[in-house]
């Protein structure tokens, strides 16, 4: 190996080093693992951060929440921060369970003790992170009633409920198959000309595939009332809709395209793609690199081979 290809090897050779932990460095930055905790503000905006230290100090999130006896709804979720439970009239206090996320996290249960026979009750657990931020989790607490209160009627556009609808029947199921999450038209009617509909967890934000929970609560000054509505969201594909002129090369494209979505949806997969593509270009110059040189040296032999015939 000449001098001159041997520099010119060494600089290669350093280019692609520098190039491999450019792209290294830019993976970890795009790929690694975010930690968002909830209530997490600095000077009004709200931040992302890498360190786990950090994050463990902000997290004001609970891992468990239940009260003994009673099913919350909708179920249990850390990013869910208001609940409802049903319970009989002569209860006045009741058993609430909680665990934080992280052991420097501390919460106090109020409102679970002398309980309102006659009105509506709150129950809170307010989370306070190492950090001191807080959050606050809210369950309302009604009671078991003759339900006077009721629905005449509830619908929801291009969707079945199961069972079909009955004032008496609280709890409904439903499928809906999308590609794209939107608001649902929900439709309800009272039998009370006072009462108030409020609809909890129609937000297309929080819509995620499977189990959704969607809550009719009814309210006047005396009773409150819940409608349940579990939506199992199922994702569209299209890599079987297929017409009988779509050929089997077609199809094949399809299914290969949507495997590698889904390989590439995977962080893991894309920092080795990154990797495998910063290995073949370092491969690449480098044959770049020996293709110059063997090319120079080609040219000089050729020169010395003219000058020789004319020195002759």
Same mark, same amino acid.
């Given at each position: 190996? =000449? @001098?001159?290809?041997?520099? $010119?090897?060494?600089?290669?050779?350093?280019?692609?080093?520098?190039?491999?932990?450019?792209?290294?460095?830019?993976?970890?930055?795009?790929?690694?693992?975010?930690?968002?905790?909830?209530?997490?503000?600095?000077?009004?905006?709200?931040?992302?951060?890498?360190?786990?230290?950090?994050?463990?100090?902000? =997290?004001?999130?609970?891992?468990?929440?239940?009260?003994?006896?009673?099913?919350?709804?909708?179920?249990?979720?850390?990013?869910?921060?208001?609940?409802?439970?049903?319970?009989?009239?002569?209860?006045?206090?009741?058993? &609430?369970?909680?665990?934080?996320?992280?052991?420097?996290? $501390?919460?106090?249960? /109020?409102?679970?003790?002398?309980?309102?026979?006659? $009105?509506?009750?709150?129950?809170?657990?307010? &989370?306070?992170?190492?950090?001191?931020?807080? @959050?606050?989790?809210?369950? &309302? &607490?009604?009671?078991?009633?003759?339900? =006077?209160?009721?629905?005449?009627?509830? /619908?929801?556009?291009?969707?079945?409920?199961?069972?079909?609808?009955?004032?008496?029947?609280?709890?409904?199921?439903?499928?809906?198959?999308? =590609?794209?999450? $939107?608001?649902?038209?929900?439709?309800?009617?009272?039998?009370?000309?006072?009462?108030?509909?409020?609809?909890?967890?129609?937000?297309?934000?929080?819509?995620?595939?499977?189990?959704?929970?969607?809550?009719?609560?009814?309210?006047?000054?005396?009773?409150?009332?819940?409608?349940?509505?579990?939506?199992?969201?199922?994702?569209?594909?299209?890599?079987?809709?297929?017409?009988?002129?779509?050929?089997?090369?077609?199809?094949?494209?399809?299914?290969?395209?949507?495997?590698?979505?889904?390989?590439?949806?995977?962080?893991?997969?894309?920092?080795?793609?990154?990797?495998?593509?910063?290995?073949?270009?370092?491969?690449?110059?480098?044959?770049?690199?020996?293709?110059?040189?063997?090319?120079?040296?080609?040219?000089?032999?050729?020169?010395?081979?003219?000058?020789?015939?004319?020195?002759?």
């Amino acid at each position: 190996m =000449n @001098k001159s290809f041997k520099r $010119k090897y060494i600089k290669y050779r350093a280019i692609s080093v520098i190039l491999i932990v450019s792209i290294m460095i830019f993976s970890k930055n795009v790929f690694a693992a975010k930690g968002n905790p909830d209530n997490v503000t600095t000077t009004g905006q709200n931040l992302i951060y890498d360190d786990p230290a950090y994050i463990e100090k902000h =997290n004001a999130n609970l891992s468990k929440l239940e009260v003994s006896g009673y099913k919350l709804t909708p179920e249990f979720n850390k990013n869910t921060t208001m609940y409802y439970i049903t319970i009989p009239k002569d209860v006045t206090s009741l058993d &609430v369970a909680c665990e934080t996320e992280t052991s420097k996290a $501390k919460y106090v249960v /109020s409102g679970n003790t002398k309980l309102s026979t006659t $009105k509506e009750n709150r129950i809170t657990i307010k &989370v306070t992170a190492q950090a001191k931020n807080t @959050k606050t989790y809210t369950i &309302v &607490v009604s009671r078991e009633a003759s339900k =006077n209160l009721q629905l005449n009627s509830l /619908s929801v556009t291009n969707v079945n409920l199961s069972p079909e609808f009955s004032p008496d029947i609280y709890n409904y199921e439903a499928e809906v198959t999308t =590609n794209e999450f $939107k608001k649902l038209d929900i439709s309800a009617l009272t039998n009370s000309s006072t009462a108030e509909i409020e609809v909890i967890g129609n937000d297309p934000e929080s819509f995620k595939y499977g189990d959704n929970i969607i809550l009719v609560i009814l309210k006047d000054s005396k009773e409150v009332t819940t409608y349940q509505i579990k939506i199992n969201f199922i994702e569209q594909t299209f890599t079987t809709i297929t017409t009988e002129t779509t050929s089997g090369a077609v199809k094949w494209i399809m299914n290969a395209v949507d495997k590698i979505k889904e390989f590439l949806s995977h962080e893991n997969n894309q920092l080795a793609v990154l990797i495998g593509i910063a290995v073949l270009l370092f491969l690449l110059i480098i044959v770049f690199a020996i293709k110059i040189s063997k090319n120079k040296k080609k040219r000089r032999m050729n020169t010395n081979d003219k000058k020789g015939s004319h020195t002759r």
